[in-house]
């Protein structure tokens, strides 16, 4: 089974400061990982995927993730956070090429401070 | 290239009766995928279709149905429906499996 784990629902950053969002995944084969971003009532616009080959992923917006296979761990990070950036950010696992099952994390909505 | 469009929009309907939600993919993707997204449940997956397939389902209640035609659109079902249906339903279309799904803006379906 797989599973992913989203540390921190909310997340407060002031404006030019470094973004963290944390995820954690649980999977008994080889995972592919994404983050996706959601603002409000809009659908979920993908930021990046991992898919076994490099394991820091640079995605759109400036954000970045690597996959770490000993920490069980895909964190996201962008260096310096645009009050455009505040949205809900979901990171989610499916179990390599076999599925488009997607399992997603409870979400991490981060907040801009100007 | 066109996204994902998904119809309607919004929707409301009354306890028991049932609703067609509509899902058309970016033009080229042959596999469409349905979530469901509550305030309580979070993102929950409920079906996977390819080449007119379904591939994967989740754990939904039979109540909770979908199909993919030839052209790859899909369509998915409630019947009798419930309070706690009422949530986001985002549809989702991918080259082939395994692929980056790209997700649409959804539709929001009000139960009263």
């Known amino acids: 089974a797989q599973s992913v784990t989203q540390l921190g629902s909310h997340v407060s950053v002031s404006e030019g400061a470094l973004v963290l969002l944390r995820c954690n995944y649980s999977?008994?084969?080889?995972?592919?990982l994404f983050w996706y971003v959601q603002y409000p009532n809009q659908g979920l616009q993908l930021l990046l995927k991992?898919?076994?080959?490099?394991?820091l992923v640079k995605g759109i917006n400036g954000f970045e993730a690597e996959f770490k296979k000993s920490e069980t761990s895909f964190h996201l990070t962008k260096p310096s956070a645009h009050m455009s950036d505040a949205a809900e950010y979901f990171c989610?696992?499916?179990?390599?090429?076999?599925?488009?099952?997607?399992?997603f994390g409870t979400g991490t909505l981060l907040a801009v401070q100007p | 290239k066109a996204g994902v469009t998904q119809t309607p929009r919004y929707l409301i309907k009354t306890r028991g009766q049932q609703v067609t939600l509509s899902c058309s993919p970016i033009?080229?993707?042959?596999?469409v995928s349905w979530y469901q997204q509550t305030p309580g449940q979070g993102l929950q997956f409920l079906f996977e279709?390819?080449?007119?397939?379904?591939?994967n389902k989740g754990n939904f209640p039979g109540r909770f149905s979908g199909r993919q035609f030839s052209n790859s659109r899909s369509e998915m079902n409630v019947s009798t429906l419930e309070l706690g249906d009422s949530a986001l339903y985002l549809c989702?279309?991918?080259?082939?499996?395994?692929?980056?799904?790209?997700f649409g803006p959804g539709t929001r379906l009000t139960v009263t």
């Open positions: 279709y390819f080449s007119e397939t379904q591939k």
């Open positions: 999977s008994s084969v080889p995972p592919y």
């Open positions: 033009s080229g993707h042959r596999s």
């Open positions: 989702a279309s991918s080259r082939d499996r395994g692929r980056e799904q790209y």
């Open positions: 989610a696992v499916t179990s390599g090429g076999a599925t488009n099952k997607l399992i």
């Open positions: 991992y898919t076994s080959a490099a394991t």
